[in-house]
């Protein structure tokens, strides 16, 4: 932990009121560059809600997303992204019917500078555009192993590569902070400890901070340096992962559900 | 959007009289009603399949032909003959349920809207090749045609009367819906489908049984339509389908009390505009558009309607 | 390296084939009976409006109802602006035409300018209707475009002043020849698969299988969306343009839902989001079409007398379309599409026969 390094993100106050129900209750947290942070609880915890809100998709009903010194909580998703913000999904959300590269590049459309009318009439300019982005969308699925499948239609992987191409994807936005969400769902052990240390190679590799929210506690002790704890939308822990282990709130919360 | 030529009779409306006033008014409410009779069928499939069923407005059609026929061919009293067309139209939606919408419940949005227009294109271009384009005229019920006075105003038969019928089978339906398990269930599978199944509720014909309320509804709109406007023809749904979809906007789609005041909003907006400026007459069906476009701009969730929110 | 010399060797195949195309024009015209050469025409008028429709239907997922009505605007505006001035008098004898669309006409050269300005008028109706719809999710666009037909019809009929009203505009010059129509179309197939090949496409595709996750990667929803449905109209728009310097006469009834119809059935038929798709079918649908025109006469087979039943054409189409979605979601070509490199390794596969 580098506690002395800049605050990337401070969540001050985020509260979501979904009709009557809280379902974030004034959460907060500040994250620096270079961590490695879990965000753990049990089933509707508000977990992914408070995801949605740094990378809006909702828009707080109250409190602040605070990215870089900017505040980000009413801004539009694609221009967070755009901040260096990026996600992945729970329930993948891939672009099916577009192959492994195209996905990828989908992430570079943010930062294009060319106009459409020099890609409709496809002027040497942007053809040459076209090239580089199609290589630096190469060279990085090389960097995450799936240079291999790079033509085949992103519905057709094996469930572990489109976990890692939905990572990869995030990655080619040239995100500050990364938003994993159970990136280890539905993995069995060996693909689960593959993952845990791609996880690392990445943040070493691409120099991002990363908040992950995870059930599989092998994968958050295991790679996390702090560990957040939700309940019903409210933090009820914060710590190293051997605190958190030890905590008896979190204990309770995790009744019958800990493993 | 586009400017008139002033016509020969502007000048005369700004002096609408009080009396003129409350006819229009009354004339704007009974034929709201029945854009909110419409609009029920369109809120109630898109609250549960996020469709826009298209082929409504085609039972809407429907339900006067059947109406016609009936009265014509077993000399029936009309308001037998408008329950019976009701029972033929709710076939009719759930054979188009169970034919055309169901196979692409899991499809993309567009295949199941495409689908949509296709058949409400396919009952038209049947209904033009089986009776033909020429309208024909609809023998309107004895009860329409009386003329009521009311404070000294003079009120026709359907002005009076297809509001009071909408109206009763409006609280029917808030009823079912309400009041009933099938109607529960109706709003639960509107809300969560698969929650729905899961809790053992056969959401296929909780469906149907959607589709059949909703065009029996319509055939009941379409008849009182033809009391209205005795002049019947296969394409004659189109635009008071449309019109009762923006009145579900409007009200906030997927929300049926909201339909109902959507309907209400939209053809008092119809009847009094043009009362108020005659010379924009050729415009009328322009404002229920920009009214339309003004709600999405301002407020596109309709007045009852929730922000919609995707699962993320 | 290599890439790069694909790409020159793609341009002069496409050079080649523009080459191609013309001594097809130029032998048309001279072989052909005009009866031929007016549905070629029509043919080409559907590739241009079909190709555009693809693009907000087919390649960007929003579902628009609006083909007929940008048509309209396009096809009126090109009528307003080259019908002669001695024309225009005889024409607009209820009320006069407006200013200043009265004292002025283009000359035959302007053709091209008149065109463009009918797609100009189109697209900018696409943004009025684009803004308010585009920035929700769900299907506003469709109910609001399905709508605008109909107001624009209503325009057409009650703005006498400008459309002549419900007896319509006739007597514009035919300019409309198969130089022109088979011309927009390669450039329209042209320039709609560069930019679908481009990134902005890619954007446009991301937001068709996921509106949620497109954004969350950057992709600004709204101005794509706008991008396409706004280039559909100005193709719709020029494609009307030419319809009705084709057939010289523009009227309210010219341009119905049906016209929208036709072009759904085509980019459905063809498989929604292929380009390749959209351009066969349209041509195949406008040849379908005449063939079907005669299915509809009354016929005489054998001893069978079978009456005409007008009409019927529709009743087919629309049940073919239904047929379509519930069987055979993919079309004809599904999302393929042609490309050179393909061709080439089909005709070497051809001759060196191994493989």
Same mark, same amino acid.
């Given at each position: 932990m580098n506690n002395a390094?800049?605050?990337?993100?401070?969540?001050?106050?985020?509260?979501?009121?979904?009709?009557?129900?809280?379902? #974030?209750?004034?959460?907060?947290?500040?994250?620096?560059?270079?961590?490695? #942070?879990?965000?753990?609880?049990?089933?509707?915890?508000?977990?992914?809600?408070v995801f949605n809100m740094i990378s809006g998709q909702y828009i707080p009903t109250k409190g602040k997303v605070i990215f870089d010194g900017q505040e980000v909580q009413r801004l539009m998703p694609n221009v967070i992204t755009g901040l260096g913000i990026a996600r992945t999904f729970q329930n993948i959300r891939l672009f099916g019917n577009l192959s492994v590269l195209d996905n990828i590049m989908v992430s570079f459309h943010g930062k294009l500078k060319a106009s459409f009318i020099a890609a409709m009439i496809g002027t040497p300019g942007y053809l040459s555009t076209e090239r580089d982005l199609r290589e630096e969308a190469y060279s990085l699925l090389e960097a995450v192993e799936l240079s291999d499948v790079a033509y085949e239609d992103a519905q057709s992987l094996p469930y572990g590569k489109q976990r890692r191409l939905e990572i990869a994807r995030a990655l080619a936005t040239h995100p500050k902070l990364l938003l994993l969400d159970e990136p280890a769902a539905g993995m069995n052990p060996y693909e689960t400890l593959h993952l845990m240390r791609f996880i690392q190679r990445i943040r070493k590799d691409f120099n991002v901070t990363i908040l992950l929210i995870e059930h599989d506690m092998k994968v958050v002790m295991g790679i996390c340096e702090r #560990?957040?704890?939700?309940?019903?939308?409210?933090?009820?822990?914060?710590?190293?992962?051997?605190?958190?282990?030890?905590?008896?709130?979190?204990?309770?919360?995790?009744?019958? #559900?800990?493993? | 959007m586009g400017r008139v030529k002033p016509g020969p009779s502007s000048d005369k409306g700004y002096n609408m009289t009080l009396v003129t006033f409350f006819q229009q008014l009354l004339n704007g409410v009974s034929l709201g009603s029945l854009y909110s009779l419409l609009a029920i069928g369109y809120t109630l499939v898109y609250g549960i399949l996020g469709l826009i069923n298209f082929a409504h407005s085609d039972v809407f059609m429907l339900g006067t032909y059947f109406t016609f026929f009936v009265i014509g061919i077993f000399v029936l009293?009309?308001?037998?003959?408008?329950?019976?067309?009701?029972?033929?139209?709710?076939?009719?939606?759930?054979?188009?349920?169970?034919?055309?919408?169901?196979?692409?419940?899991?499809?993309p949005r567009i295949s199941a809207l495409i689908t949509a227009v296709g058949v409400s294109f396919f009952i038209q271009n049947l209904g033009l090749v089986t009776v033909g384009a020429r309208p024909k005229g609809f023998p309107r019920p004895e009860l329409m045609e009386n003329v009521y006075s009311l404070f000294g105003i003079r009120i026709q038969g359907v002005v009076v009367w297809v509001p009071i019928i909408s109206g009763v089978i409006l609280l029917f339906l808030l009823y079912i819906i309400y009041r009933t398990k099938t109607g529960m269930a109706m709003r639960a599978v509107a809300k969560d489908m698969e929650a729905t199944r899961l809790?053992?509720?056969?959401?296929?014909?909780?469906?149907?049984?959607?589709?059949a309320l909703g065009s029996a509804i319509a055939a009941a709109g379409g008849a009182m339509w033809a009391a209205r406007y005795p002049q019947i023809n296969p394409l004659m749904g189109i635009f008071p389908g449309w019109k009762a979809f923006t009145a579900a906007v409007v009200g906030g789609i997927g929300n049926v009390v909201g339909a109902m005041i959507g309907g209400m909003i939209i053809g008092i907006a119809e009847i009094m505009i043009p009362a108020a400026f005659p010379g924009l007459t050729g415009y009328r069906d322009a404002f229920v558009f920009a009214i339309l476009i003004g709600f999405l701009l301002i407020k596109p969730s309709g007045i009852l309607g929730e922000a919609q929110k995707e699962k993320v | 390296m290599e890439r790069k010399n694909t790409t020159r060797r793609d341009m002069i195949l496409t050079g080649m084939l523009l080459v191609l195309l013309m001594i097809g024009v130029a032998l048309a015209n001279r072989y052909l009976s005009s009866y031929l050469v007016r549905v070629l025409n029509t043919a080409c008028i559907y590739v241009v409006a079909a190709v555009g429709y693809n693009l907000i239907?087919?390649?960007?997922?929003?579902?628009?109802?609006?083909?007929?009505?940008?048509?309209?605007?396009?096809?009126?505006?090109?009528?307003?602006?080259?019908?002669?001035?001695?024309?225009?008098?005889?024409?607009?004898?209820?009320?006069?035409?407006?200013?200043?669309f009265n004292s002025f006409s283009f000359p035959p050269s302007m053709f091209v300018v008149a065109l463009f300005a009918g797609g100009v008028m189109a697209a900018l109706a696409a943004l009025v209707i684009g803004i308010p719809t585009l920035r929700l999710r769900g299907d506003y666009l469709a109910i609001a475009t399905f709508g605008f037909g109909e107001i624009i019809f209503i325009i057409a009929n009650n703005w006498i002043s400008l459309t002549n009203g419900a007896l319509g505009i006739k007597g514009i010059p035919q300019y409309t020849n198969l130089w022109w129509t088979a011309g927009l179309a390669f450039a329209t197939v042209y320039f709609v698969k560069s930019l679908v090949n481009s990134s902005y496409g890619r954007a446009m595709k991301a937001i068709r299988e996921n509106e949620v996750a497109a954004a969350a990667m950057g992709v600004d929803l709204l101005r794509n969306k706008l991008l396409a449905f706004v280039l559909s109209g100005f193709l719709a728009g020029v494609a009307g343009g030419l319809f009705v310097t084709l057939i010289s006469t523009v009227s309210p009834t010219l341009f119905t839902f049906a016209m929208t119809f036709n072009l759904l059935i085509i980019i459905v038929l063809g498989g929604l989001g292929s380009i390749t798709g959209a351009t066969i079918t349209a041509v195949i649908f406008a040849f379908l079409q005449e063939i079907l025109r005669e299915v509809?006469?009354?016929?005489?087979?054998?001893?069978?007398?079978?009456?005409?039943?007008?009409?019927?054409?529709?009743?087919?189409?629309?049940?073919?379309?239904?047929?379509?979605?519930?069987?055979?979601?993919?079309?004809?070509?599904?999302?393929?599409?042609?490309?050179?490199?393909?061709?080439?390794?089909?005709?070497?596969?051809?001759?060196i026969q191994h493989e």
């Open positions: 390094s800049n605050t990337l993100l401070s969540l001050q106050g985020l509260t979501m009121v979904f009709g009557g129900l809280v379902a #974030v209750n004034d959460f907060n947290l500040d994250l620096h560059d270079g961590d490695l #942070v879990g965000l753990i609880g049990p089933n509707g915890a508000g977990k992914t809600t #560990v957040l704890v939700m309940d019903f939308g409210i933090q009820i822990a914060d710590g190293t992962p051997d605190k958190i282990r030890n905590d008896p709130k979190v204990i309770e919360a995790y009744l019958g #559900v800990d493993e | 009293p009309w308001w037998l003959s408008v329950v019976i067309a009701m029972g033929l139209c709710a076939l009719v939606g759930m054979t188009i349920e169970r034919v055309a919408y169901r196979p692409l419940r899991s499809a809790m053992g509720v056969n959401v296929d014909r909780i469906i149907l049984y959607t589709f | 239907n087919g390649i960007t997922g929003q579902f628009s109802l609006g083909p007929n009505g940008f048509m309209a605007i396009g096809g009126y505006t090109v009528a307003i602006l080259m019908l002669p001035l001695a024309e225009k008098e005889a024409v607009y004898f209820i009320y006069p035409l407006m200013w200043p509809e006469a009354p016929m005489t087979i054998g001893p069978w007398h079978l009456p005409g039943i007008p009409g019927m054409r529709m009743v087919v189409f629309s049940a073919l379309l239904v047929a379509l979605m519930i069987f055979y979601r993919r079309g004809l070509f599904g999302r393929w599409e042609i490309s050179w490199q393909q061709v080439i390794s089909w005709l070497k596969r051809e001759r």
